[in-house]
């Protein structure tokens, strides 16, 4: 399939947080699939819906009717990655996410275009309580999106098999988002699911880490909790999100790459 469009939904991981900034906007990982489909097409255009900070709902609702307008068939390719943020809260009900979830991906099937999905990295890169958590509701929200994958036409992209990209090291220093090196792995798996060039090097585990002192440890995980932890408990607190008042970064199909 040669693709003429690119349509990306979602939240921050697929507006490209914490990625390389060009001219003022996150990389990601869905702009480094769009240079490569670009480079098969003249006429190729992306549109880039994902805000930071959305819920499943807002996804859903707010950026579905936005791109059911741009979809032109089979060659246009629309990634939908939407419900690690609800995860996260603690009200999350997976009885009410799972319908939300397959809503969306039905009516992203039904308007004929070429539909990706994914699961998540279930398991963080430690020990603990809170990983234990992490992992129990996020391989709960995988088991959902995997029901959804077998009902419909679409591609799904699966994180099972593929654990070493828990790595922390595969992520920028809020531990939440991808760091360049994440992004661009992910990047190369779309591109080898959708058989498009890409680089066999994703599928290499980092060496082993060098280990740490505990002193650096300690230091490192206050300054954390300091300049990420505590800024997300005061917003959810608030009831405010990081994508409040936020546009998408390409809320329209444009020429890509951008001259």
Known sequence: MRFTRFIALGDSMTEGMTDEVISGNYRGWADRVADELAKENPEFT?????????????????????AKK???????????????????????????SLPQYE?????????????IIFTVVDKVDAKGRTAELWHARFGQFNENIRKVAAK??????ESKGFEFLADRRFLAFDRLHMNPEGHR???????????????????????PAKPKSIAFRYLENLIWFSTF??????????????????????EK???????
């Not at 809503?103 to 539909?115: I, N, S």
């Not at 959810?236 to 990081?242: D, L, M, V």
């Open 46 to 66: 992306y549109c880039n819906l994902a805000i930071r900070g959305k819920l499943l709902h807002q996804v859903v609702e707010d950026q579905i009717p936005i």
């Open 70 to 96: 741009y979809v032109t068939g089979a060659d246009t390719l629309i990634s939908f990655h939407a419900g690690a943020n609800d995860v996260l809260r603690p009200n999350y009900k997976p009885e009410n």
């Open 103 to 115: 809503k969306g991906v039905k009516e992203l099937v039904e308007t004929g275009a070429t539909v």
């Open 152 to 157: 419909y036409n679409v591609k799904l992209y």
């Open 185 to 207: 792995r992910l990047a190369q798996a779309v591109l080898e699911g959708l058989g498009k060039n890409f680089n066999p090097d994703w599928k290499i585990p980092l060496p």
């Open 229 to 250: 932890a505590l800024p997300w408990i005061w917003r959810r607190i608030r009831g405010k999100s990081s994508g409040d008042g936020r546009k998408p970064k390409h």
């Open 253 to 259: 199909p444009i020429k890509w790459p951008i001259a």
